[in-house]
């Protein structure tokens, strides 16, 4: 199947152009013109996304649970031709898209069965105490209700699973949330044949067809319109903590201000305890190159920073890294916009007195290196800048002189999606005063493992203390994510006619 892209935005079962035409730029193969998103057509899918939630937020979980698997359906039914496109736009391999297209079907099949189960409704039900003095008590009924339209930010580093119909938007349409996606210019062929996927299966089960809508690249004006539009009611954001600072302050500026959910990265540091890096020093340091190179390190969950305690097991541990790391041939990055920002990300490590290169490359054009770099845990917590990310393939050696040290240095951090700890039996004690800390800097404390890589699962938590995410509370990856979209109403006195079906089965 060959994908010719229509180039044009999808508005509520409408195929419409913009204001002209912006170029894509793919990493190979051929170009092709896309429609210019403009406030009128943000106006225009929020509108129908109103329209649609008076139906759809009111249907069953049994006819969004049948919608969410057409759409998975209607995925699968173009995995070549999704695969050939977002290779081209994003230099991803095939084997990776195919990953990540299984990841997305998978992340809707599995909350179509999660809504089913009902189980994330929390009903609770306070039965009437009429005989009770000195005043009677009524029935009161709780549930959790959908918040309304939902509006999602495509993401660059992940086309597909958070994306057009990735985490967020699965979320929402579970809940019973219409979306209108903001998609991402780097990859919009992608998400045009996505959202194509999305329209057949509105057709397929009879949805109404304001339910899902993709607004294609265009001026800052067109993401803020969507995040200030009245009938927005909650957001969805994977991205850069300087394009989510702004959107998040957009929201909460709003006459009425609504929740933000943005996933804005982190460095998620590693700590080596010394009994396991005198054990593995020089598997850990091959495991980390592994991780740290991993899609070009653009990983939200690219663990950036190792924190050893000084001494010959930390020297075993950096030469086995830089070893590995120096076998890894450039790698395409995703735009030429996150090449650059990777370049100036190096130089910014480079140029600091505070830092040692212990293996420096040279990137250029679209291709990333890995770079390694050492410094003190000293030096560290005095140059707050060594502790942001650089999204690539880039990783930090920090020494420190003692487990205590060690500990200071942890609760020196921001907030982190992840932290991990590497141990052994006799590490026990250390680690046990350390993973109190962790759990306050982190949404997903990790033992002997690498972050890369997260579980669609009902346990999972991607999330954290800002800056990692701007509500700490919640998850953008799992089933609990769901709660995002939800909010709690409850009924006194109802009469079992009149309660949501949701009560009832």
Known sequence: MIFTPKGKHLVAGEWLDGAGTFASAPAHGPAHDFAVGT????NRACEAAEEAFWTYGYSSRKERAAFLRAIADEIEARAEA????G????????ARLNGERGRT???LRLFADHIEKGDYLDRRVDA?????QPAPRQEIRLVQRPVGPVAVFGASNFPLAFSTAGGDTAAALAAGCPVVVKGHSAHPGTGEIVAEAVDAAIRKTGVHPGVFSLIQGGSRDVGHALVQHPHIKAVGFTGSLAGGRALFDLCAARPEPIPFFGELGSVNPMFLLPEALKA???TLGQGWAGSLTMGAGQFCTNPGIAVVIEGADADRFTTAAVEALAKVAPQTMLTDGIAKAYRDGQARFATRNAVKPLLATESSGRDASPNLFETTGAQFLADHA???EVFGPLGLVVRVGSPAEMEELARGFQGQLTATIHMDAGDLETARRLRPVLERKAGRVLVNGFPTGVEVVDSMVHGGPYPASTNFGATSVGTMSIRRFLRPVAYQNMPEDLLPEDFLG
């Open 39 to 42: 406030v009128e057509l943000v």
């Open 82 to 85: 999704i695969t050939e496109i």
């Open 87 to 94: 290779s081209q736009e994003t230099g991803l391999p095939e």
């Open 105 to 107: 079907t998978g992340q």
């Open 128 to 132: 009437a105490m009429p005989e009770r």
């Open 280 to 282: 593995r020093a020089e």
């Open 386 to 388: 060594l502790g942001e």
